[in-house]
Antibody, heavy 120, light 107 residues
Framework: QVQLVQSGAEVKKPGASVKVSCKAS????????MHWVRQAPGQGLEWMGR????????NYAQKFQGRVTMTRDTSISTAYMELSRLRSDDTAVYYC?????????????WGQGTLVTVSS | DIQLTQSPSFLSASVGDRVTITCRAS??????LAWYQQKPGKAPKLLIY???TLQSGVPSRFSGSGSGTEFTLTISSLQPEDFATYYC?????????FGPGTKVDIK
């Protein structure tokens, strides 16, 4: 079955960087864009950006431009999201999600989420 | 950026009730809209895509409608497992924004 499994929770200090991984299985990794979405505690969903695993091309939300880098390793069907210069308001659960493109678009499935806590 | 609003932001309902949630887009998005359900501590789950297409495995009591700027998610007969937060998302143009969510609680 199609599955996305993310890396474990992280605790970081302000100013540090974090790199979250998302391992895909059950489908052709290079055939679907991978998106990243975050959710601060008690808040809604916020789209961060996406990567085309085939070409490596990316598209980031303006809010995160200059701080986020999305990469992939096709040999192990894994996507990565690295966020730098962390602040306390970056504390959130970070999700990866596969985008299906047909006549329309949708996200399915989602990874289980990775909690990133930024605290001094 | 395309902004999405949802109404209501919170609703209290009973098992068996018919529930309708509205999502409005700040500009036309054709039918590039999806609905997700999220339960506490869990990842969002796709319910509806292309505004009205039910995802495989999702109960038929869920339905979606609309196009352009106004969309609705309807639960025809609320079940205990449906108490959750529901989000709409536009996938017409980047950034792929989400609505603020509608929390459905038990009356």
């Amino acid at each position: 079955q199609v599955q996305l499994v993310q890396s474990g929770a992280e605790v970081k200090k302000p100013g540090a960087s974090v790199k979250v991984s998302c391992k895909a299985s059950g489908y052709t990794f290079t055939g679907y864009y991978m998106h990243w979405v975050r959710q601060a505690p008690g808040q809604g969903l916020e789209w961060m950006g996406r990567i085309n695993p085939n070409s490596g091309g990316t598209n980031y939300a303006q809010k995160f431009q200059g701080r986020v880098t999305m990469t992939r390793d096709t040999s192990i069907s894994t996507a990565y999201m690295e966020l730098s210069r962390l602040r306390s308001d970056d504390t959130a659960v970070y999700y990866c999600a596969r985008m299906v493109v047909a006549a329309n678009n949708w996200f399915d499935p989602w990874g289980q989420g990775t909690l990133v806590t930024v605290s001094s | 950026d395309i902004q999405l609003t949802q109404s209501p932001s919170f609703l209290s309902a009973s098992v068996g009730d018919r529930v309708t949630i509205t999502c409005r887009a700040s500009q036309g998005i054709s039918s590039y809209l999806a609905w997700y359900q999220q339960k506490p501590g869990k990842a969002p789950k796709l319910l509806i895509y292309a505004a009205s297409t039910l995802q495989s495995g999702v109960p038929s009591r869920f339905s979606g409608s609309g196009s352009g700027t106004e969309f609705t998610l309807t639960i025809s007969s609320l079940q205990p497992e449906d108490f959750a937060t529901y989000y709409c998302q536009q996938l017409n143009s980047y950034p792929f924004t989400f609505g603020p969510g509608t929390k459905v609680d038990i009356k």
